[in-house]
């Protein structure tokens, strides 16, 4: 979309937008001129769309809705989320695109949680349009839980299974505690679609190497559905027609320079039954500013959430940095991520009980971030309790990144033990 086709669209959404009770006070300056324009409006945040909850942001018009949804924050009231049946099927028709594409031959495992979030049920209706089976499997329920799923994907020749990145990595886990061999005994398995998380390239090529199938990741929220997904060439692509994007510093008003990781803020171009208007999503991405291979333009990568940052000394650890830091390492599967004082402190569940890390590791990881880091491997179960298989996998969102507490909590208990 050029510009000029774009500053129009944004203007429409406008209008359209200031017909809810929020944006009507929110949005006071009339239609852009340019695209920077846009940046007079103030953000819309986390805590804005909380305060509005659940009727603020519906525009005045008679269009039907049709599925409701919100966001499970730990604090707070939620934050409310409708859609029409038409936003529904742009977002379905959206996902179409993945590179992992849906067939009529497909047998689609979806193992994410379908009460109130999002990702399970725009899946499931992407599937359905492409003509595949859609076997819901719900991430949060016990009818379900983790060996019923090894079941569901051996019995029924499971083509594609659809879950968090570390559920796929737990239910390898699941499979080898019941004596399979996740590549060998899934022979069906032609693919692995991620979402919910950010997908780093280390932790794709570690589920790649886990289930010898290739994986597609999909990035979105429950504000806004899915917003971008992995061509087949594994670049993340956004639905340019949908949304419009900018990349702010830390200053929320500038944006960063071509290629840098910076904040990333969303505006939908569609009329839908939420719109957002310059909304702030919390998580930092990289804008890769040249052409892919597979046809299309840009892509993005996904940093991870901004709250989710580990600084000592200046140095900044995210998620991709961590996971960078453990590829090399014999364990890689479950970790944890803390700092007391000014040591980076890793945890990792040992893979074997043999596996070991050398002091020559640890030193050269020192030297290149400049920073003291402490790697304590751990016995298997100490991040991830498997006592118990039903309830293995079935706790919400994984908790990399510990807080100073929690990090000296599990010092000591390693030291106790
Ligand atoms: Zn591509």
Known sequence: MNTQKKTNAINEILTYAKTSPYYSKRIQIPLLHSLNDLKTIPLTTKADLREQSPFGLLPDSNMLLSQYHESSGTTGSPVSVWYSETDLDEIARGITRCGANFNPHDRVLIRFPYALSTIS???????????????????????????????????????????ISLQA??????????????????????????AGEPLTPYRRKL??????????DNYGMTE???????????????????????????????DVKPGECGNLVITTLRKRATPLIRYATGDIVQE??????????RSFVIRGRKENLITIESVSFDLYEIEKMIAPLPA???WSAGKITNTLYLFIEKESSTDRIHVNDIEKLKKMYGVNISII????????????????????????FLNDQETANLLNKIKTN
């Not at 089976?133 to 569901?152: Q, W």
Request: with cysteine.
């Open 332 to 334: 890689r599967r479950f």
């Open 288 to 297: 890769i500013n040249s052409s892919c291979s597979c046809g299309r333009g």
């Open 121 to 163: 049920h725009f899946m499931h209706r992407s599937v359905q349009m492409q003509s595949g089976c859609v076997i819901p499997a719900d991430s949060r329920t016990t009818v379900t839980p983790m060996p019923k799923v090894i079941d569901l994907l051996k019995r029924l020749k499971i083509t594609v299974l659809a879950c």
């Open 169 to 194: 990595i737990m239910l390898a886990e699941m499979a080898e505690m019941q004596g399979l061999e996740p590549k060998r005994d899934f022979p069906f398995l032609r693919a692995i679609c991620t």
């Open 207 to 216: 589920i790649e190497d886990i289930w010898g199938v290739p994986v597609f």
């Open 377 to 400: 491997l751990l016995d298997k179960g100490t991040l991830y309790d498997r006592t118990d298989d039903v309830s293995f996998g079935m706790k919400g969102k994984p908790r990399y």
């Open 224 to 254: 806004v559905g899915t917003a971008m997904v992995d061509c087949t060439q594994q670049h993340l692509h956004m639905f340019e027609d949908y949304f419009h994007v900018e990349i702010l510093n830390d200053d929320f008003e500038t």
